[in-house]
């Protein structure tokens, strides 16, 4: 994978995850759902400018991420994405102030690893 590639799939990674995290403020907003609010909630949905900005964030990343498939090949890119579990965790620490147990670092970094061996080239 080319450092321009690179960065492309860096960007669509990127972006998809600050639209997960925005849906997540936005989801707190909201409230929990349960069978009698289910309705009013998804109403209430297009009123909150952090879930509007997460989908928005979510419709930026997939062009991005058509734009890298124009360039490299599924079997690359598809894994490749994973990286963004990791952005996605890191956020929920630093932000959300969500634990990270142990097994989940060992998760994390096997998926880094398997990243590392799907896109090296030698």
């Known amino acids: 994978m080319s450092l321009q590639e690179f960065s492309l ?4 990674v990127l972006i998809s995850v600050a639209g997960q995290f925005l849906l997540k403020m936005g989801a707190i ?9 289910i309705f009013s909630l998804i109403f209430n ?16 990343g ?18 490749a994405v994973s990286v963004g579990y990791i952005f996605s965790v890191l956020l929920g620490f630093f932000f959300l102030k969500e634990p990270i147990p142990f097994i ?11 990243v590392i061996l799907v896109v090296w080239r030698k």
């Open 29 to 37: 907003k909201l409230g929990k759902v349960d069978a009698g609010n």
């Open 104 to 114: 989940r670092l060992v998760g994390l970094s096997l998926i880094v690893t398997g």
């Open 45 to 60: 949905m297009i009123t909150i400018p952090e879930i509007l900005l997460g989908l928005t964030c979510y419709g930026i």
């Open 9 to 12: 799939l860096l960007v669509s």
């Open 62 to 79: 997939a062009i991005a991420y058509i734009l890298l498939l124009t360039r490299v090949n599924l079997s690359v890119a598809a894994p």
